[in-house]
């Protein structure tokens, strides 16, 4: 019998990184400190709005964030590191090179608020690797990148987590890696929009920067919305592509309008004709500017209440779509 899914989806998955995510790119000066501190501070406000509009959530968290202090992290060390050739962005090299004093653990240490998010119902812990691991960069192999996320999957069942979804760090979509990711227990993972330009295999490019950034305030890409009934659960694992990267607050308002109007649309669309929506962001994006980065997503999911009201949509997480989707098959 063919597969009848009347019910749009709105998945939304977050990359929570703090500093792992960009210390080859930002300086931990005073700038650079009060974001990410406005960033801790921002996460139980996410997780109470969350609450509030019915929100599932997955928080892909780098593993790292899972270690107390540093003396923890000096012994949770992989076996297998990776090669990169481009030494920079290792943050096992940029540790030993800068190592962390008491006043900055706060920003690659994280236990509580892991904690928090696993304590509200509807959030789905998830991992970001270990080491915000680098699936494309030139130097890694399989071999460093399961010992990587073994490490991770070792730490979250310390706290008694049990890892289910992946997001590649930088969205470096990696197909080699995928048996290495079902071997550990992962069944879903977020893979990239099918468009040109957020290909992962593709080298990175001026123009296909350019047009991507564009992409979030235009109707270039037509096809951001996948049809639930195309998406296969028992593949293993289940790959949910994403469709909009959730740009923080500009103070163009213009440029705001625009980007919150593209994904007002494009929210619709998915709602009216069955298909998944799959949003996603940083916790750091909200690091600058946090009061209004939080009304753009209140009136996101505003409009997604009316959606939920009118077209019956669901909210899922990535486990929680999947699951959906095998209970409907």
């Known amino acids: 019998m063919?597969?009848?899914?009347?019910?749009?989806?709105?998945?939304?998955?977050?990359?929570?990184?703090?500093?792992?995510?960009?210390?080859?790119?930002?300086?931990?000066?005073?700038?650079?400190?009060?974001?990410?501190?406005?960033?801790r501070d921002t996460i139980p406000l996410l997780l109470n709005l969350f609450d509030q509009?019915?929100?599932?959530?997955?928080w892909?968290?780098?593993?790292?964030?899972?270690?107390?202090?540093?003396?923890?992290?000096?012994?949770?060390?992989?076996?297998i590191l990776p090669e990169y050739v481009n030494d920079k962005v290792s943050s096992y090299s940029w540790v030993n090179a800068n190592r962390f004093t008491t006043d900055k653990e706060q920003f690659y240490f994280a236990p509580e608020l892991v904690n928090l998010i696993a304590s509200h119902d509807q959030m789905e812990l998830a991992t970001h690797t270990y080491s915000h691991y680098y699936?494309?960069?030139?130097?890694?192999?399989?071999?460093?990148?399961?010992?990587?996320?073994?490490?991770?999957?070792?730490?979250?069942?310390?706290?008694?987590?049990?890892?289910?979804?992946?997001?590649?760090?930088?969205?470096?979509?990696?197909?080699?890696y995928l048996e290495v990711c079902q071997q550990l227990g992962i069944t879903s993972v977020r893979?990239?929009?099918e468009s040109w330009f957020w290909d992962a295999a593709r080298k990175e490019s001026l123009i296909k920067k350019m047009v991507r950034a564009a992409d979030?305030?235009?109707?270039?890409?037509?096809?951001?919305?996948?049809?639930?009934?195309?998406?296969?659960?028992?593949?293993?694992p289940f790959q949910i592509p994403a469709s909009r990267f959730l740009r923080p607050w500009h103070p163009n308002r213009l440029i705001n309008t625009l980007k919150l109007k593209r994904i007002k649309n494009e929210m619709t669309h998915a709602a009216r004709t069955g298909s998944l929506y799959h949003l996603w962001w940083h916790p750091h994006n909200f690091g600058n500017h946090p009061a209004?980065?939080?009304?753009?997503?209140?009136?996101?999911?505003?409009?997604?209440?009316?959606?939920?009201?009118?077209y019956g949509m669901l909210s899922l997480h990535m486990d929680g779509l999947r699951n959906h989707l095998l209970d409907h098959s």
Not at 60 to 79: H, R
Request: aromatic fraction near 10%.
């Open 2 to 39: 063919e597969k009848r899914f009347d019910q749009g989806v709105l998945c939304i998955s977050l990359d929570f990184e703090l500093h792992w995510g960009t210390f080859e790119t930002v300086k931990l000066d005073e700038k650079g400190r009060q974001r990410f501190r406005q960033t």
């Open 53 to 58: 509009y019915g929100i599932a959530a997955t």
């Open 60 to 79: 892909a968290t780098v593993g790292m964030l899972f270690n107390n202090d540093a003396a923890e992290w000096d012994a949770s060390i992989p076996e």
């Open 135 to 176: 699936c494309r960069e030139a130097g890694q192999h399989t071999a460093s990148f399961e010992a990587d996320l073994k490490m991770a999957i070792h730490k979250a069942l310390q706290r008694g987590f049990t890892l289910k979804s992946l997001v590649f760090p930088r969205n470096q979509f990696n197909p080699e």
């Open 191 to 193: 893979s990239n929009p």
């Open 216 to 236: 979030h305030f235009f109707n270039i890409d037509q096809h951001t919305c996948v049809p639930i009934a195309s998406l296969d659960p028992s593949q293993m």
């Open 292 to 310: 209004q980065c939080m009304s753009d997503l209140q009136e996101l999911l505003e409009h997604f209440r009316s959606l939920e009201k009118q």
